[in-house]
């Protein structure tokens, strides 16, 4: 199989998608509990990463610097879309059912989560509901997909359990992190930034055959 000359720029993006999702957390969570303090308590990480971020949690009034990271981030989940789309060229021909469920899922998740991010921080809240929707999407899409690339084997089994464990994964950084987006997306960022230096360097990855039949 020849790869398109789009991957590696599929592996880029998607590498500054992951970079981005997990070095705006800190600041981005942060950001939310100064400016909404009243509405939900500090967590227990609070105390000791709000001295250590300085001006970049203080910039601006609290609402100024959390939209103003909320808008930065909602560029991650387009970022992220061509590593999705660079993953399933190299299964295409094969008609795996699950994989293209997993496929399509992501997609949605994606598209629906950027659209709600937007919403959410460029039109004052009104997208919450759908971004809501859209991460669920996502980390199920993720997850599924995980399970297929599992079974082809197109990249090591070891990245594959990293998308399997993307839906457990987010339930547990969005309880620890207590923050929505950037709880949910933290470990798809993980993952997702692997796989991007994958599709960057052409390395681990191997196409499958057109006529492979995996359920």
Request: contains cysteine; glycine residues 10%; aromatic residues 14%.
């Amino acid at each position: 199989m020849v790869t398109p000359r789009w991957m590696p720029w599929a592996g880029l993006a998607s590498i500054l998608g992951g970079l981005t999702a997990l070095l705006l957390t800190p600041a981005f969570a942060t950001a939310y509990f100064l400016a909404y303090a009243e509405y939900d308590p500090a967590p227990f990480w609070m105390a000791a990463v709000e001295p250590r971020l300085g001006s970049l949690v203080t910039f601006s009034s609290p609402d100024g610097v959390y939209e103003t990271y909320g808008r930065i981030y909602d560029l991650v989940y387009v970022l992220f879309l061509p590593a999705v789309f660079g993953l399933h060229e190299f299964h295409q021909g094969s008609g795996i059912r699950m994989e293209k469920r997993g496929f399509s899922l992501l997609v949605t998740g994606l598209l629906a989560a950027f659209v709600g991010v937007a919403g959410d921080y460029w039109a004052n809240g009104i997208g919450f509901a759908i971004e809501v929707l859209g991460l669920l999407i996502m980390i199920i899409g993720a997850t599924t997909y995980g399970i297929a690339v599992l079974r082809t084997k197109v990249v090591p089994r070891w990245c594959a359990w990293l998308l399997v464990s993307s839906g457990p994964s987010a339930l547990a950084f969005t309880a620890v992190i207590g923050h929505i987006p950037s709880g949910p997306t933290f470990f798809f960022g993980v993952s997702w930034l692997i796989v991007g230096f994958m599709l960057l360097f052409k390395t681990a990855i191997r196409p499958l055959a057109p006529d492979t039949e995996t359920p």
